[in-house]
């Protein structure tokens, strides 16, 4: 079968790697991709946001499956889209229709969704700038630290956690009044700091069943010992050691029955994915965030793990029958480190040519995963402020780390910047 996948980050090349060995791919189109998915399958000049070129694509193509990676084009109601298309709407898209993708689109949308159906989470209370006045004293009222929350998408980089009462009342201005985070803090979530440890719980849903895959533990901050700005992730891990399986027995009797059943009962079109981000809290799981796609470092780790054919999977959410597949994890640990421009977050240039990407290929015990790159002749530049993830696996942790850095010392560009200590907080919970 012919399949069409939506991205260009290190998610669609991990998720591009499992699909293209599987047997029944036939061809495998990447919309627009990089340099990483240009060796493995076709990349095709389209944004994923143009719905109307995409069509017309698929029907040129005999396109069977779309698979959607990133979360723009959801919020923005590519699964509708398809749907609403008579000439397209044979062809199953993997991903939630756009009020499902409001579960990530608007945190205030996603905060009273799981109140209404009983999803453990911190408290919270929602202001825009027309009633400014009253969150100002809603803060004064609450413990600190305090999060903000920018309502709509911001790439990741939307949520503060002020440790004073003047932070968060600049920033919640700063967000409102001067738009930090452009349409986006149109909204502020003000949330309850919850102290406990954090982790990612990754769902496979056709709407009514699902499949729970390997939970993750993400790095988002870019410095050493989680200090500086929030990033779009530094690196996973995956297993959690601090998640056993008593943990997450309760994330899917707490968590994951109650969302799944609660989309089914208002009647809100889901088939896609679910990313869970949780605080694990005395062994009790609350709900941080929901994303409606995988996560990106965690994908990275996490498709490396599962063992049964993924394709297969998607096929199965496309056709509803997902409760007819049996999902097979391997029992490896993997740890991926993330290979950003100098600068990122922040200004960074593009362009550079990155060296010994042939050398570090060694496939057995590592993975090179490509997000921010592009091709121009035979030289693989920098594209983005995120460049390469590189997955490490081994029997445990310090294995799998060991194997992830020694294939990123092999990798140079200028400026090159990751983070030394992916992993460091783990191995000291199991010594």
């Not at 790095?219 to 998640?243: C, H």
């Not at 079109?269 to 995988?294: A, S, T």
């Not at 959410?317 to 922040?346: F, R, W």
């Not at 593009?350 to 042939?358: M, R, T, V, Y």
Request: glycine share 10%; aromatic share 8%; net charge negative.
């Amino acid at each position: 079968m012919n399949i069409l996948l939506l991205g260009s980050g290190g998610r669609e090349h991990a998720f591009a790697w499992k699909i293209v060995n599987s047997p029944k791919c036939s061809k495998l189109f990447v919309a627009p991709g990089n340099a990483g998915t240009a060796k493995i399958a076709e990349n095709i000049d389209i944004s994923p946001n143009d719905f109307k070129k995409l069509s017309s694509f698929a029907l040129e193509k005999n396109i069977a499956l779309i698979v959607v990676g990133p979360e723009e084009p959801l919020v923005r109601g590519v699964v509708d889209y398809f749907a609403l298309n008579d000439k397209v709407s044979h062809i199953p898209v993997i991903g939630p229709s756009q009020k499902g993708a409001h579960l990530e689109g608007s945190k205030d949308f996603s905060k009273k969704f799981m109140e209404r159906h009983g999803v453990p989470t911190a408290s919270s209370m929602t202001f825009t700038k027309e009633n400014l006045e009253e969150g100002l004293e809603y803060l004064k009222s609450q413990s600190l630290p305090i999060v903000l929350k920018a309502d709509g998408l911001a790439a990741g980089k939307g949520v503060l956690i002020c440790k004073s009462l003047e932070e968060a009342e600049a920033s919640l201005k700063e967000m409102l009044l001067d738009s930090k985070f452009g349409e986006a803090s149109s909204k502020v979530v003000i949330e309850q700091f919850l102290d406990g440890i954090e982790l990612s719980v990754f769902v496979a849903t056709d709407g009514k069943s699902y499949r729970i895959l390997p939970e993750a533990k993400d790095y988002k901050r870019i410095g050493e010992n989680d200090e500086g700005l929030n990033t779009g992730g530094m690196g996973a891990v995956s297993p959690v050691p601090f998640a056993d399986l008593e943990f997450l027995a309760k994330v899917e009797e707490k968590v994951v029955k109650p969302t799944i059943n609660g989309l089914d009962e208002e009647a809100i079109k889901y088939i896609g994915f679910l990313f869970i981000g949780l605080m694990n809290i005395q062994g009790e799981p609350y709900v941080i965030e929901y994303n409606v796609r995988m996560g990106d470092p965690e994908t990275q780790a996490v498709l490396p793990r599962i063992k049964s054919d993924f394709l297969e999977m998607l096929i199965h959410m496309g056709e509803q029958t997902l409760s007819n597949y049996t999902i097979e994890i391997q029992d490896y640990t993997t740890t991926t480190v993330v290979l950003v421009a100098g600068g990122y977050p922040e200004s960074y240039q593009k362009g550079d040519q990155i060296e010994g990407l042939e050398q570090a290929e060694t496939g057995d015990k590592s993975l090179i995963f490509h997000a921010g790159t592009k091709l121009e002749g035979s030289k693989v530049l920098t594209n983005g402020g995120r460049v390469l993830a590189v997955t490490g696996k081994g029997k445990g942790v310090q294995e799998a780390l060991d194997n992830a850095y020694e294939t990123v010392s092999k990798v140079c560009w200028k400026d090159l910047y990751f983070r030394r200590d992916i992993g460091q907080d783990i191995l000291k919970l199991i010594k």
